[in-house]
T-cell receptor, first 113, second 116 residues
Framework: GAGVSQSPRYKVAKRGQDVALRCDPISGHVSLFWYQQALGQGPEFLTYFQNEAQLDKSGLPSDRFFAERPEGSVSTLKIQRTQQEDSAVYLC???????????FGEGSRLTVL | ELKVEQNPLFLSMQEGKNYTIYCNYSTTSDRLYWYRQDPGKSLESLFVLLSNGAVKQEGRLMASLDTKARLSTLHITAAVHDLSATYFCAVDPSKMPTNSGYALNFGKGTSLLVTP
């Protein structure tokens, strides 16, 4: 597609449920990033992929968070046993090269009740 | 830890007025970005500043970078309602390409409201 596509756009989960958020980057983009944006805050880095390799996961807040990009294109961010503090917008971004311009998707807004 | 501080966090200004948003950061970096975000929308890249003294202008917005002072400014000239949005600066803490790509550090954003 023309831009970075994320789904679902909105997700409501009960505390303790598992959720999966999908990111379709721009075709041909090597680098893919996940960011978490809490209400009224700037985005915070979660994890980075170069092709299928997850090269940096230092921003993942706990071992309940897991991300994958098995074929080097679509990526999935999975959150297990969701907690209320996980409520945020999860942004995906991609770039042609690791230091190239980032293109952001519109985000997946997760609300944990 | 790299800290990125923007001020003001909230700004209400009248159409036609000028104002400057400031972005301070705590460690050496040669790459700074400005983004715009409309409510419920994604981040739109406005400017990429890659060297000390860099100045870029697009319409009523002008961004500059002083790496020695670790300061970037976003100047708004003759504001119009369409500029109402949240503006983020983001700093790349890496001095050279690494295997981590670049994990931008964002400020908290400046919410701008331009009123008639």
């Amino acid at each position: 597609g023309a831009g970075v596509s994320q789904s679902p756009r909105y997700k409501v989960a009960k505390r303790g449920q598992d959720v999966a958020l999908r990111c379709d980057p721009i075709s041909g983009h090597v680098s893919l990033f996940w960011y978490q944006q809490a209400l009224g805050q700037g985005p915070e880095f979660l994890t980075y992929f170069q092709n299928e390799a997850q090269l940096d996961k230092s921003g993942l807040p706990s071992d309940r968070f897991f991300a994958e990009r098995p074929e080097g294109s679509v990526s999935t961010l999975k959150i297990q046993r969701t907690q209320q503090e996980d409520s945020a917008v999860y942004l995906c971004a991609s770039s042609v090269t690791p230091t190239g311009e980032l293109f952001f998707g519109e985000g997946s807004r997760l609300t944990v009740l | 830890e790299l800290k990125v501080e923007q001020n003001p966090l909230f700004l209400s200004m009248q159409e036609g007025k000028n104002y400057t948003i400031y972005c301070n950061y705590s460690t050496t970096s040669d790459r700074l970005y400005w983004y715009r975000q409309d409510p419920g929308k994604s981040l739109e890249s406005l400017f990429v500043l890659l060297s000390n003294g860099a100045v870029k202008q697009e319409g009523r917005l002008m961004a500059s970078l002083d790496t020695k002072a670790r300061l970037s400014t976003l100047h708004i000239t003759a504001a119009v309602h369409d500029l109402s949005a949240t503006y983020f600066c983001a700093v790349d803490p890496s001095k050279m390409p690494t295997n981590s790509g670049y994990a931008l550090n964002f400020g908290k954003g400046t919410s701008l409201l331009v009123t008639p």
